[in-house]
């Protein structure tokens, strides 16, 4: 069993940063690769970043050179560093995993950027 829980939303202007955390609890996060993903009123939810147990990236294209995927195995923590935000980035923001064939997905925390 996996539990994860989201910190770190809120508002901020276009411009701006803001630092998602993503806390697992369980004994298998230093073997699982994370994501976060992000869902914006009205549209599909969409992957926006991950990354491997070993800590290689990949990044949707919309957020490449703006946003910032890292983990901390010690904590069990997975960040996503988000700069240069746009109002486009409002979303709520979930961070996943997967084991076996069990999705686990946090609470969401909502980020909202204004313009």
């Known amino acids: 069993q996996v539990q994860l829980v989201e910190s770190g939303g809120g508002l901020v202007q276009a411009g701006g940063s803001l630092r998602l955390s993503c806390a697992a609890s369980?004994?298998?996060?230093?073997?699982?690769?994370m994501d976060w993903y992000r869902q914006a009123p009205g549209k599909q939810r969409e992957l926006v970043a991950t990354?491997?147990?070993?800590?290689?990236?990949n990044y949707a294209d919309s957020v490449k050179g703006r946003f910032t995927i890292s983990r901390d195995n010690g904590k069990n923590t997975v960040y996503l560093q988000m700069n240069s935000l746009k109002p486009e980035d409002t979303a709520v923001y979930y961070c996943?995993?997967?084991?076996?064939?069990?999705?686990?997905w946090g609470q969401g925390a909502q980020v909202t950027v204004s313009s």
């Open positions: 369980g004994s298998i996060f230093r073997i699982v690769a």
């Open positions: 996943r995993t997967a084991w076996g064939s069990t999705d686990y």
């Open positions: 990354i491997t147990p070993r800590g290689s990236t």
